[in-house]
């Protein structure tokens, strides 16, 4: 029947294959007619052309990582991950950034021309040799840049708010060093977007625990006051961590991620950590990923717990 799907497709070989090419489907008993049922009815998806995957209900992250991985295969060898997809399957955290285009390069050079949602650029000459990493998604070693050239990559090309978020958490776990990156820069001179990536990536600070961190010092640095990330302070008789404080005022501001408040018991610890800072003169200003979409009213509200502060 026209649009329907056949009774005896089995997909018990493929479930939960995280790529396949057309011709395993055929092996499987599963010709192009019936790939194009499936992807229709959602049971399967096309990362790229010749490529689909049993894994419909990955996230978007997991989604771009396994659309780079079959645009490797589709382009052959030589081809590596580079900018934000290469920060990808090093297991970087991306924020900010734009996961729509996978980001290839080639010894041949695509010149930066994007299809299919693929762009395919020039593999430097400079710089650190492409690597092989473990994606475990694939569960196979994929070609990709090192992480300094994917950091500063990301920076000239997709995201630099996203790829800073991705250098602090580098260098926090001993990926790469600051230097490492410096010398990424120098290697790239010249090219384009490279003064806004290395702007951008002098403010690389591995004492930010999260991308939500990273992102509230971005703006942070627009206002006026001088603040410490993860300024340890006593109160109530207990040690407490501030995410961020500007010291001189007494002001605590804290991010508060998704994944903070694991539980009702953790929350009553916060709750009764911060009375105890309150108690000794501290102001809070706790935000969430929300406010970082609108600088300007985050900075007003610093500046009005500031007064407060002052005001005590």
Same mark, same amino acid.
């Given at each position: +029947?026209?649009?329907?799907?056949?009774?005896? @497709?089995?997909?018990?070989?493929?479930?939960?294959?995280?790529?396949?090419?057309?011709? &395993?489907?055929?092996?499987?008993?599963?010709?192009?007619? %019936?790939? #194009?049922?499936?992807?229709?009815?959602?049971?399967?998806?096309?990362?790229? &052309?010749?490529?689909?995957?049993?894994?419909?209900?990955?996230? *978007?992250? *997991?989604?771009?990582?396994?659309?780079?991985?079959?645009?490797?295969?589709?382009?052959?060898?030589?081809?590596?991950?580079?900018?934000?997809?290469?920060?990808?399957?090093?297991?970087?955290?991306?924020?900010?950034?734009?996961?729509?285009?996978?980001? @290839?390069?080639?010894?041949?050079?695509?010149?930066?021309?994007?299809?299919?949602?693929?762009?395919?650029?020039?593999?430097?000459?400079?710089?650190?040799?492409?690597?092989?990493?473990?994606?475990?998604?694939?569960?196979? %070693?994929?070609?990709?840049?090192?992480?300094?050239?994917?950091?500063?990559?990301?920076?000239?090309?997709?995201?630099?708010?996203?790829?800073?978020? #991705?250098? %602090?958490?580098?260098?926090? =776990?001993? +990926?790469?060093?600051?230097? %490492?990156?410096?010398?990424?820069?120098?290697?790239?001179?010249?090219?384009?977007?490279?003064?806004?990536?290395?702007?951008?990536?002098?403010? @690389?600070?591995?004492?930010? *625990?999260?991308?939500?961190?990273?992102?509230?010092?971005?703006?942070?640095? &627009? !206002?006026?006051?001088?603040?410490?990330? &993860?300024?340890?302070?006593?109160? !109530?008789?207990?040690?407490?961590?501030?995410?961020?404080?500007?010291?001189?005022?007494?002001?605590? @501001?804290?991010?508060?991620?998704?994944?903070?408040?694991? !539980?009702?018991?953790? +929350?009553?610890? =916060?709750? #009764?950590?911060?009375?105890?800072?309150?108690?000794?003169?501290?102001?809070?200003?706790?935000?969430?990923?929300?406010?970082?979409?609108?600088?300007?009213?985050?900075?007003?509200?610093?500046?009005?717990?500031?007064? +407060?502060?002052?005001?005590?």
């Amino acid at each position: +029947m026209p649009g329907s799907l056949r009774r005896h @497709i089995d997909l018990s070989a493929l479930r939960d294959v995280p790529l396949f090419t057309t011709s &395993q489907a055929r092996d499987a008993g599963i010709s192009g007619h %019936d790939l #194009a049922l499936l992807v229709r009815r959602e049971l399967i998806w096309r990362p790229a &052309q010749g490529w689909y995957s049993c894994l419909p209900d990955v996230t *978007e992250d *997991e989604r771009h990582v396994l659309r780079t991985v079959a645009a490797l295969r589709v382009n052959g060898p030589g081809a590596v991950a580079c900018r934000v997809s290469a920060l990808l399957l090093h297991g970087l955290p991306v924020a900010r950034c734009d996961l729509s285009v996978v980001e @290839i390069a080639t010894t041949g050079g695509g010149h930066g021309r994007t299809r299919s949602g693929v762009r395919v650029s020039q593999l430097p000459s400079k710089g650190a040799a492409p690597l092989r990493v473990a994606v475990p998604l694939v569960d196979a %070693d994929i070609p990709v840049v090192d992480v300094p050239t994917a950091i500063v990559g990301a920076a000239r090309c997709n995201s630099a708010p996203g790829a800073l978020v #991705a250098a %602090d958490f580098a260098v926090d =776990q001993g +990926m790469c060093t600051v230097e %490492d990156i410096a010398a990424s820069l120098k290697a790239h001179a010249g090219s384009t977007g490279i003064e806004r990536a290395r702007a951008w990536l002098a403010d @690389i600070d591995p004492r930010h *625990e999260s991308a939500g961190e990273t992102l509230t010092a971005v703006i942070l640095r &627009q !206002g006026s006051w001088e603040f410490e990330p &993860q300024l340890w302070v006593r109160a !109530g008789g207990r040690n407490c961590r501030l995410d961020f404080a500007l010291r001189e005022y007494k002001v605590a @501001i804290e991010f508060d991620g998704e994944g903070k408040y694991t !539980g009702p018991e953790v +929350m009553e610890d =916060q709750l #009764a950590r911060q009375a105890a800072l309150e108690a000794e003169g501290w102001v809070f200003v706790r935000l969430g990923w929300a406010d970082l979409d609108d600088p300007t009213t985050l900075l007003r509200r610093i500046a009005d717990a500031v007064a +407060m502060a002052e005001a005590r």
